[in-house]
């Protein structure tokens, strides 16, 4: 076996994050193997997407809906409950807060100040799961910064910039692991045969421009007049092509592959949007920085946003930064006239 691909196949995650950082400190090792467990998560989560259709009671409805109003798939409480097995005894992560869960979930062990906390949406995209198309879990880690008054985790109401890690699983033909410790983006294809994930691409870009916009359109009356600026003036430009799967981390991953932008905005039912900042936009917002491009609410940018709650929603413009800067000037032109 030639050398290269040998070491590649010993490439995984937690010795990926040790490269990165340089460092076999012990702050080091706790992210490496945090990391690691994220992995073995995704791997149970993969396992069971694989044959859901097969498995007794994996998918539909719970019956429940949760602190989002959202009716609960089997499948997101199936995943919810993954990280935190996972994670208990791991001694590596006090705190989880998750989009199925009103408050945070502690693992009461020795939780000193400092350690990490795991922020993360279990399964995004979850109206894709019975059909059979992409979904992915989004995560972020941040540090415990202090004491949490009353079972309200105050200290993780900060900006993106406390953000440590970031990444996202995408279950799709393959199973990818994209994450970043502020060392650039990297991404890594489970091998079932192994039953690892391996570094597949290294530093990721994203391109300066690129010619797919993702939005909904069947949301376009209910859009502020800027954002239909924009659609209209994509419309008539050659170049464009449009992309949406109803699955923000697939439609974000073709954006970080190919360049282009994706689009959430506020509707006049919900002006702050429908995607929610702690982990969905901000832990995406770190990566695309990493990446080379931008992410932005339409007024400002997303990684300066601080959350009054754990379940705040932003609005979404994130992608190639002279694709993100065009849908913003539309925004600025209306704001200039009003
Ligand atoms: P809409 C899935 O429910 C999700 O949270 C994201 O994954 C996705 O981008 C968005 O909502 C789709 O929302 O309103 O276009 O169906």
Known sequence: VEEHSLDRDCTTLS???LQQLKSFSADAQDL????NRIALAAKIISRRLSRADLVEGALGFTGNVNVQGESVKKMDAYANDVFISVFKQSGLVCRLASEEMEKPYYIPENCPIGRYSLIYDPIDGSSNVDINL???SIFAIRRQQGDDIDGEATDLLQD????????YVIYGPSTMLVYSIGTGVHAFTLDPSLGEFILSQENMQVPDHGPVYSVNEGNFWQWDESIRDY???VHRHEGYTARY??????DFHRILCQGGVFIYPGT???PEGKLRLLYETAPLAFLIEQAGGRASTGTENLMDVVPEKLHTRTPLIIGSKEDVALVESFIQERTRES
């Open 245 to 250: 799967s109803g699955a923000l981390v697939g």
């Open 15 to 17: 010795r990926h994050v």
């Open 231 to 233: 659609i209209r003036y």
């Open 160 to 167: 993106g910039h406390q953000q440590i890690a970031a990444g």
């Open 268 to 270: 006049v039912k919900k």
């Open 32 to 35: 490496s193997a945090l990391m």
């Open 134 to 136: 992409n979904i992915g």
